[in-house]
């Protein structure tokens, strides 16, 4: 049986080992795939996104709602409005050229964005003539229009590429997106497929071994109260911790009476200062004091207030590093009957020649003992 429980434990913590080992494996996948994919979100996606804003910033501050858009009515309507908001659009759209400059673009977007800048730098140029011309008073606006015209051809396919290419980028980013997402999504799938058998028979090793242990505990329960000497254990306070049926029935105290009393409330009361002074001295060695062990008597006290001759073997063993007291006890009563029937006379009750006989020997031999006792003093 110890071999059977033996294995059955070893089996359970290898079972658990293994179990934790590919647990700890898949889920350190699983962290290196999220941390993955959250890296490429961050160096492709993002980066796309901020592409796309920066582009869109720039036709805006650039474009005909912008720089264009001011520029033009400045020239035809001459409000000096226009020129500020045109100057404002001029700092805007050099600031959003530097920050779409340093999103580390290809080299065809990179001159893509030169021709736009070459079309910026030339309605700059157009706006500062402009502003001298019509501070002169020499042209009209009219005049002027035909003079600063700016073909902004190139600039607009510049842009239309650059749309399709951040487009493009955006798109690939999200496919690779989808991709890592797919395949966190899999392993974490994979994981629970194979984690969900694992835990089902990990509970079914369980519950098996908690029936067994639950088996175990009831077989040693019905063995413990169906011995017929009776053992109590207790503590090393002498408190009674747990006691079986034949102990009840020995004392004739309830159980739950039993548990809690003193050791000491089961012998008479003249023995029970030597008897605490011998627990406090116990070792631990088990060992058997008979009725005639030391010339004393052990005795036992019924609740009714009898004393009941016994037996008792005494030990300790060790539990959860606190020291337990464990005595069987004999019942000597019969015993004795038995021994006085085979020692006194039937009819008279007293002594019998085979009575008289052992006692003589008994005190022949006792100088002889003493003797060879104090020999080896």
């Known amino acids: 049986m110890n071999k059977r429980i033996f294995l059955q434990i070893s089996g359970l913590v290898i079972f658990t080992i293994l179990v934790s080992g590919g647990l700890f494996y898949w889920s350190t996948l699983l962290n290196h795939s999220i941390s993955s994919f959250h890296q490429s979100w961050q160096s492709e996606t993002e980066v796309a996104i901020k592409r796309a804003e920066l582009l869109a910033e720039l ?11 001011h520029f033009k009515n400045y020239v035809l309507r001459q409000d000096e409005i226009y020129y500020e908001q045109a100057l404002a659009d001029v700092e805007a759209t050099k600031a959003t050229i530097l920050k779409l400059q ?3 673009l290809s080299s065809q977007e990179t001159k893509a964005l030169g021709v736009i800048q070459h079309t910026f730098d030339e309605y700059t ?4 003539l402009a502003k001298s011309k019509f501070t002169s008073r020499r042209l009209s606006s ?22 399709k290419s951040i487009g493009k980028k955006f798109e690939f980013a999200k496919q690779n997106q989808s991709i890592k997402l797919a395949q966190t999504q899999e ?15 990990f509970a079914c ?21 169906s011995t017929p000497d009776a053992i109590l254990y207790c503590d090393k306070d002498g408190r009674l ?12 105290y309830q159980p739950q009476e039993l548990l809690g009393m003193q050791v000491e409330d089961l012998i008479p009361e003249r023995y029970t200062g030597k008897h605490v002074v011998d627990r406090e001295k116990f070792q631990g060695t088990s060992t058997m004091r008979r009725v005639t062990h030391d010339g004393l008597k052990i005795v036992g006290r019924h609740q009714s207030g009898v004393e009941i001759p016994v037996d008792i073997a005494l ?30 006379d039937f009819l008279t009750q007293v002594m019998n020649r085979r009575k008289i006989e052992a006692l003589l020997k008994e005190e022949v031999q006792r100088p002889y003992v003493i003797i060879e006792r104090y020999r080896y003093w």
Do not use: W
């Not at 140029?125 to 500062?128: C, D, I, K, R």
């Not at 009219?142 to 015209?149: F, G, I, S, T």
């Open 142 to 163: 009219e005049a002027v229009d035909r003079l600063v015209k700016v073909d902004d051809t190139d600039a607009e396919a510049a842009f239309n590429y650059l749309r």
């Open 102 to 104: 340093s999103t580390a």
């Open 59 to 69: 036709e805006r501050s650039f474009g005909y709602n912008g720089f264009i858009h």
């Open 241 to 252: 911790t747990e006691v079986n049926k034949a102990c009840t029935d020995l004392f004739g």
């Open 125 to 128: 140029q157009m706006l500062a």
């Open 205 to 225: 090793l369980n519950i098996f071994t908690l029936i067994f242990v639950v088996k175990l505990i009831n077989e040693k329960r019905k063995l413990f109260n």
């Open 187 to 201: 392993l974490s799938n994979t994981g629970v497929l194979l984690l969900l058998p694992i835990v089902l028979l």
């Open 315 to 344: 030990s300790t063993v060790s539990v959860s590093k606190n020291d337990v007291f464990i005595a069987v006890i004999r019942d000597l009563r019969q015993e004795q009957e038995l021994k006085n029937r085979a020692e006194l």
